[in-house]
Structure formats: C-alpha cells, structure tokens
C-alpha cells in the first residue's frame, strides 16, 4: 500500500525559508513522477510542481518559480520541497502525490492527474 507523509510546515515570516519532505512507504519514487499541491482555505487545490523521475527534470507554477526548489533522497526514498522568500499568499497545507500513469510530468499537473495524496502539512507565513 502506498503511503505518503508529508512533514515539515510551520509558521515563518515572510522572507523566511522551509522544507517540506514526501516520505513515501510501499512505492519506490524513482518510478513515479511526484508532484507537490497547495489548498489555502477556501481555494481550489492548485499545483505548485511536478517532478520527472525519469528525467529529474522539474516543473513549477509560476507563482512559486525561483523560490521553490524540489529535490529528492533516493535513499531515503524522499522527495524535497525547498521554500524560500516565503510570502504570505504562499500560506496554505501542502500536500505531494504520485502521478497515476508515466515518470515524466512536462508541465505543472492537475491534481486530478495524482492518486495516494498524504495528509498534508500547514505552512502559515505571517509576521
């Protein structure tokens, strides 16, 4: 069974930096393409990048472009969401997934396009 758990959200003021991590059980992520999301309340569940393993290419929406950065531990199985010059629009739970079909990605993807979604982390920037 795949699981995915996210972790590494908190409270930071603007400017600030986190990293969140996507431990992934019962999947192997160099097979999947991984992809993180963002639902502030209210809002529409939005991509915020897509990551190739096939390639190790990666994909980010425009609102997060030159801030963000994703990495992945192969050894650890764990996929990284680097987040800095955080800004108070960026406040929002976090989640990744595996997209369901194919390694590559091409684009930032719908969500509709990932399945074993973890429980999310909050990520609140304000000063």
């Known amino acids: 069974q795949v699981q995915l758990v996210e972790s590494g959200g908190g409270l930071v003021q603007p400017g600030g930096s986190l990293r969140l991590s996507c431990a992934a059980s019962?999947?192997?992520?160099?097979?999947?393409?991984i992809g993180w999301f963002r639902q502030a309340p209210g809002t529409e569940r939005e991509g915020v990048s897509c990551?190739?393993?096939?390639?190790?290419?990666?994909y980010y929406a425009d609102s997060v472009k030159g801030r963000f950065t994703v990495s992945r531990d192969n050894a650890k199985n764990t996929v990284y969401l680097q987040m800095n010059s955080l800004k108070p629009e960026d406040t929002a739970v976090y989640y990744c997934?595996?997209?369901?079909?194919?390694?590559?990605?091409?684009?930032?993807?719908?969500?509709?396009?990932?399945?074993?979604w973890g429980q999310g982390t909050q990520v609140t920037v304000s000063s």
């Open positions: 997934a595996v997209r369901r079909y194919g390694t590559s990605c091409r684009r930032v993807r719908p969500p509709a396009d990932f399945r074993s």
């Open positions: 019962g999947v192997t992520l160099d097979y999947y393409a």
């Open positions: 990551f190739s393993s096939s390639d190790d290419s990666t």
